[in-house]
């Protein structure tokens, strides 16, 4: 088969090293790996497989679905591995219910309404062998998406403590600003989680931080922190780079120069003619466009890396991205067709960090990740 035109290497020495940075930012915290949305887009199965190794006792991964979770479910089944899977959005009706229940799942309770379909199953089921329930309380701390208010928080807790069912029950928030430093929700929402589950009765297992509160709110590590973003080597802040917190990129997308074209003073290049070349000028076409994940939004000026003549030279993008290939001003560039093309991640020594380039496209890492499609070729190294 020939090589494909754009691929993604997938580098899992710098997932496990990222992980072990989470460790180093909440040490002797149980850590919750979050692989939803096919592992940020990294590829679920080939994640979860290295995250196995470096996962202890009382960790466990995340995703967002049953069908997320029951996919993992056979990957980690055919590892031999018993790592509990936790699913971040809890069931929808009682079939799904019924499913997280039987299939041994953590689940978030984050509505009354999911309280009443479990005591409808448990009533319905009452002769039956106790379950297990390993549920997740979630609570609404200020981000007003998914949780609990206050006020349904305690009777929905004691009748949980009350059951005769084994398990682990955990009490969970989610933060809706902590990638800015010192936000003053952040603040409130971390003060608020603490005071609510002080004053539960019993036990209390708490996980409040993503990414975000584990490298920069130490004081909500809590019992369990729940890392997805930097796993895969991006930064959880907005105003800083991953490297700041020792993260390695883990997908570096890659793509060839198709051709060079040489240019016109005058003339235009590329969809809408919105870049206008000021003199003569070597244009690339790189083999790789929004059809394979990369930003139609990204202007000319965001930089890619090409590698030629055995140095690293940096590339602004000149016209407007299209389906199949994006093109680049190679003014000052010895480049050739078939020469490799860094969009985002590191190679040759050098670091193009995605932020970067999610930066100038208007977006978030975790959105050019998970929107890399099947056309670019995987390659887990
Ligand atoms: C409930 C919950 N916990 C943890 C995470 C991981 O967040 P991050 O990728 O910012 O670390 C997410 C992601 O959206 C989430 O929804």
């Given at each position: 088969?020939?090589?494909?035109?754009?691929?993604?290497?997938?580098?899992?020495?710098?997932?496990?090293?990222?992980?072990?940075?989470?460790?180093?930012?909440?040490?002797?915290?149980?850590?919750?790996?979050?692989?939803?949305?096919?592992?940020?887009?990294?590829?679920?199965?080939?994640?979860?497989?290295?995250?196995?190794?470096?996962?202890?006792?009382?960790?466990?991964?995340?995703?967002?679905?049953?069908?997320?979770?029951?996919?993992?479910?056979?990957?980690?089944?055919?590892?031999?591995?018993?790592?509990?899977?936790?699913?971040?959005?809890?069931?929808?009706?009682?079939?799904?219910?019924?499913?997280?229940?039987?299939?041994?799942?953590?689940?978030?309770?984050?509505?009354?309404?999911?309280?009443?379909?479990?005591?409808?199953?448990?009533?319905?089921?009452?002769?039956?062998?106790?379950p297990i329930l390993n549920i997740w309380l979630k609570i609404n701390t200020g981000m007003n998406r998914l949780g609990l208010r206050v006020d349904d928080l305690q009777p929905i807790w004691s009748w949980l403590q009350s059951l005769d069912a084994p398990?682990?029950?955990?009490?969970?928030?989610?933060?809706?600003?902590?990638?800015?430093?010192?936000?003053?929700?952040?603040?409130?929402?971390?003060?608020?989680?603490?005071?609510?589950?002080?004053?539960?009765?019993?036990?209390?297992?708490?996980?409040?931080?993503?990414?975000?509160?584990?490298?920069?709110?130490?004081?909500?590590?809590?019992?369990?922190?729940?890392?997805?973003?930097?796993?895969?080597?991006?930064?959880?802040?907005?105003?800083?780079?991953?490297?700041?917190?020792?993260?390695?990129?883990?997908?570096?997308?890659?793509?060839?120069?198709?051709?060079?074209?040489?240019?016109?003073?005058?003339?235009?290049?590329?969809?809408?003619?919105?870049?206008?070349?000021?003199?003569?000028?070597?244009?690339?076409?790189?083999?790789?466009?929004?059809?394979?994940?990369?930003?139609?939004?990204?202007?000319?000026?965001?930089?890619?890396?090409?590698?030629?003549?055995?140095?690293?030279?940096?590339?602004?993008?000149?016209?407007?991205?299209?389906?199949?290939?994006?093109?680049?001003?190679?003014?000052?560039?010895?480049?050739?067709?078939?020469?490799?093309?860094?969009?985002?991640?590191?190679?040759?020594?050098?670091?193009?960090?995605?932020?970067?380039?999610?930066?100038?496209?208007?977006?978030?890492?975790?959105?050019?990740?998970?929107?890399?499609?099947?056309?670019?070729?995987?390659?887990?190294?």
């Amino acid at each position: 088969m020939p090589d494909a035109h754009s691929w993604a290497d997938i580098d899992l020495q710098a997932l496990q090293h990222n992980l072990g940075r989470a460790r180093e930012f909440a040490p002797g915290k149980r850590v919750c790996a979050v692989i939803k949305a096919n592992a940020y887009g990294h590829g679920v199965h080939a994640i979860a497989e290295a995250l196995l190794p470096v996962l202890n006792d009382g960790d466990c991964v995340a995703v967002a679905t049953l069908n997320e979770a029951l996919a993992l479910r056979q990957t980690l089944e055919h590892l031999q591995s018993k790592t509990p899977v936790l699913v971040l959005r809890g069931p929808l009706d009682i079939t799904e219910l019924e499913a997280l229940v039987q299939g041994g799942f953590h689940w978030v309770m984050h509505s009354k309404y999911q309280a009443e379909l479990l005591k409808g199953w448990l009533d319905a089921h009452s002769a039956a062998k106790k379950p297990i329930l390993n549920i997740w309380l979630k609570i609404n701390t200020g981000m007003n998406r998914l949780g609990l208010r206050v006020d349904d928080l305690q009777p929905i807790w004691s009748w949980l403590q009350s059951l005769d069912a084994p398990g682990e029950r955990v009490l969970m928030s989610h933060f809706a600003t902590a990638d800015e430093h010192d936000h003053a929700l952040a603040k409130t929402q971390q003060q608020t989680f603490a005071q609510i589950t002080d004053n539960l009765s019993g036990a209390r297992t708490r996980s409040l931080s993503a990414s975000a509160g584990i490298v920069c709110w130490p004081d909500a590590h809590h019992s369990i922190v729940r890392p997805g973003i930097m796993l895969y080597g991006a930064s959880p802040m907005v105003d800083a780079e991953a490297a700041k917190y020792g993260l390695k990129p883990v997908m570096s997308l890659k793509s060839r120069l198709l051709t060079i074209n040489q240019v016109k003073a005058g003339d235009t290049v590329g969809y809408g003619a919105t870049y206008h070349c000021k003199e003569d000028m070597p244009v690339g076409v790189i083999g790789i466009g929004y059809g394979d994940g990369y930003p139609r939004h990204a202007p000319s000026g965001t930089p890619v890396l090409i590698y030629a003549q055995g140095k690293v030279w940096e590339a602004p993008l000149a016209g407007r991205v299209s389906m199949d290939m994006l093109t680049v001003d190679l003014r000052g560039i010895p480049a050739s067709p078939g020469d490799e093309v860094l969009l985002w991640g590191q190679s040759w020594g050098s670091e193009l960090p995605a932020d970067r380039i999610a930066r100038h496209a208007g977006t978030i890492a975790y959105e050019l990740f998970c929107q890399v499609t099947s056309r670019v070729k995987f390659i887990y190294r």
